[in-house]
């Protein structure tokens, strides 16, 4: 048995996420369906995260495994099999939103969502009309304090358990993660992207995150209540989450 990676990027805003859902179509799916066709066999992928509906991936990673010849199995690969043809055959099949960087040959070890020690995930946001980011950017009117949002996020980085920011009824284990990033930067005189990276993330956490922050900004909680917010581990006392459509997956690493 062969293990290969396989590194994609995506426009979420089609798909109900990334995992496969029985209600509606995910990017998993699809992957799985272009693959199986290609390589005319059952194939079955698992990726590094499970981003919501309507979310961005700039980078996502999953793994399959194929059978070798070793495997005396008839299903498996031709000698002249290549992951940079299958790489271009699965661009020309894939759906237009959902775009292959690359395939490679792994160590069967490795594992797409286990192996990763990090990932990170950009917010952005917007002050001035503009119907070119309306897709991919929330746009807001409020007076944002980023530098008090700014001394939130850093505070952060001194915090461990984020169960005020996991969605109610999710399935985990634990809710403790270790963040090594938090920062808001500005990329415009009217627009600003919020960084965060973590070895995980909970499922809603960045979202709940930004839109918490943004409370901050707004200067409709203190510093000090953001701190009790975190400390609280209740999701009812954190801030509302922000829209999908702004948040992208940009980097997973291994």
């Known amino acids: 048995m062969q293990r290969y990676f396989i590194t994609l990027s995506y426009d979420g805003a089609g798909y109900h996420g990334w995992q496969i859902q029985p209600n509606g179509i995910s990017v998993q799916e699809r992957l799985q369906q272009a693959l199986s066709t290609l390589l005319r066999q059952p194939i079955e992928v698992v990726g590094a995260g499970r981003t919501d509906a309507g979310v961005h ?27 940079k043809q299958l790489a271009y055959r699965l661009n020309r099949i894939l759906p237009r939103d959902i775009a292959v960087k690359r395939v490679e040959a792994v160590a069967p070890e490795m594992h797409a969502r286990f192996s990763a020690v990090s990932r990170t995930y950009y917010y952005y946001l917007h002050t001035e009309k503009n119907p070119f980011l309306r897709t991919t950017s929330w746009e807001t009117h409020y007076q944002l304090d980023f530098p008090a949002m700014n001394e939130a996020a850093a505070w952060l980085l001194t915090q ?40 995980r993330f909970l499922r809603n956490m960045v979202r709940a995150v930004v839109g918490t922050l943004v409370e901050v900004g707004r200067h409709r909680i203190t510093l000090a209540d ?24 940009v980097d997973i690493k291994y």
């Open 57 to 83: 991936a700039a980078m996502m990673v999953a793994h399959f495994d194929v059978p070798t010849a070793d495997d005396g199995d008839a299903a498996a690969l031709p000698e002249d099999f290549s992951p």
């Open 160 to 199: 461990s358990d984020f169960a005020s920011f996991c969605k109610v009824g999710a399935d985990v284990k634990t809710t403790l993660c270790q963040l090594t990033r938090a920062e808001w930067v500005q990329l415009s005189p009217t627009s600003w992207r919020f960084e965060i990276t973590a070895n």
């Open 226 to 249: 953001f701190q009790r917010i975190v400390e609280s581990k209740r999701r009812t006392a954190a801030g509302e989450s922000m829209p999908a459509h702004a948040l992208f997956l």
